[in-house]
């Protein structure tokens, strides 16, 4: 601790949880324990050319919101002062006692799940993030909205060697929205050339979605607003259909399945609608799979249209995913620091997290937003 120039710790906190307010405070380093390591979220070295600074990362998923401002009405919410935050890429600079990897000067990801106990039913079963112990990344736990994060040393995903430090930012969404989505096309036991719908596909988890997809060999029929077809193209989309270009959700199904010769053999819903889950039951090709990513807030309703008679006779599936391994984050990372996946963010400064929230609840977010957290 004593090589660390620095002195404190500024982090974002959720100042009134339920609302989407937040604040940024400056707390005192914390020095980690037996099986920790101290992690400095991701340090850019910029080119001489572009006025040299360092810029330190944290992406903001829409799971931090629904967190912060309680958008799912759970019964309990985070404390006043919680440090939100799960999506943070950077460098060891401390190991705690009997910590021999990482090494000191790796470059790692902190993930949603922050640790596992990697002894229960679930995770010898693979199913980490059901962990009967396991701690959240910025809920109960503190998050990456933080320079300094404390984190247990076998959780974090190294990151390959050679990642350039410009493209590391980039990187950070991985943590979350990359393994949510990469799981989640995993989950729809796909093959090269099959089709996959993706709902919300304009953001943060959509736009990865269909670059995985098109990792895997898939083709990709996105479905989003008009507005952003482009990114969508830009991320490999073969096909972009427009959820209001249509007067009746039937047409916008016939539309899918027409598209796509009979419709996709896997529909991955990024979205919080629950619009899109009644739209994506009824567009799945037979024996296909309806992945469940996003949660919509508010009232929970079943999926409309998702009858016993035809899950049976079209020998459909619905499963829920979320997040994954440490085994679906290394694939993932993998993929994206080879540059098979970029992730589309704009950078926006700590004290406008409140902003980035009130964004997000209004749609107007492309991509992903990454927090500067100098």
């Known amino acids: 601790m004593d090589a660390i120039q620095d002195k404190v710790n500024k982090a974002i906190i959720y100042s009134e949880p339920g609302t989407s307010a937040t604040e940024v405070i400056e707390l005192p ?23 040299p600074k360092e810029m330190l990362y944290s992406g903001v998923c829409h799971t931090d919101y629904s967190i912060c401002t309680n958008a799912w009405k759970v ?29 000191i000067g790796s470059k790692v990801g902190v993930k949603y799940i922050a640790s596992a106990c990697l002894s229960c039913r679930y995770c010898l079963l693979g199913m980490e993030s059901n ?31 050679g990642v350039p430090d410009d493209e590391l930012a980039g990187l950070a969404p ?60 830009d991320a490999g989309a073969d096909e972009f259909v427009d959820v209001f270009g249509f007067t009746q959700d039937t047409d916008l199904c016939r539309h899918v399945r027409e598209t796509t010769g009979g419709g996709p053999r896997a529909a991955l819903v990024c979205s919080s609608s629950n619009t ?75 004290n406008e997290l409140t902003q980035v929230f009130n964004d997000m609840e209004e749609g107007k977010i492309l991509g992903r937003v990454v927090i500067d957290l100098r």
Not at 33 to 46: E, K
Not at 131 to 158: E, I, R, W
Request: charged share 15%; aromatic share 6%; proline share 6%.
């Open 29 to 51: 380093l914390e020095a980690p324990g037996p099986g920790q390591v101290l992690v400095r979220m991701h340090v850019l070295r910029i080119p001489p050319f572009q006025h």
């Open 75 to 103: 019964p309990v919410m985070v404390a006043k002062g919680q440090i939100g935050g799960h999506e943070g890429i950077g460098e060891v600079v401390v190991c705690g006692p009997g910590v021999s990897h990482p090494t």
């Open 131 to 161: 962990c009967v112990a396991a701690k959240l990344s910025g809920s109960f736990h503190p998050g990456t909205f933080q320079q300094y994060c404390v984190a247990a040393a076998n959780y974090v995903t190294v990151l390959p060697e």
């Open 174 to 233: 991985i943590m979350c929205a990359g393994i949510t989505v990469y799981t989640g096309l995993k989950h729809g036991n796909l093959r090269p050339g099959d089709w996959v719908a993706v709902s919300g596909a304009g953001g943060g988890l959509g736009h990865l979605a269909i670059q995985y997809a098109k990792a895997l060999g898939c083709r990709v029929v996105a479905l989003d607003v008009a507005e952003k077809n482009l990114l969508c193209t």
């Open 276 to 350: 899109a889950y009644s739209q994506a039951i009824q567009y799945l090709d037979t024996t296909g799979t309806l992945v469940c990513l996003g949660i919509p807030e508010g009232q929970q309703v079943p999926i409309q249209g998702a009858s016993v008679a035809l899950l049976v006779s079209r020998q459909l599936r619905i499963i829920g995913s979320k997040v994954g391994n440490r085994l679906d984050a290394n694939e993932c990372v993998y993929m994206a620091a080879r540059g098979a996946v970029k992730c589309h963010y704009q950078l926006r400064k700590m």
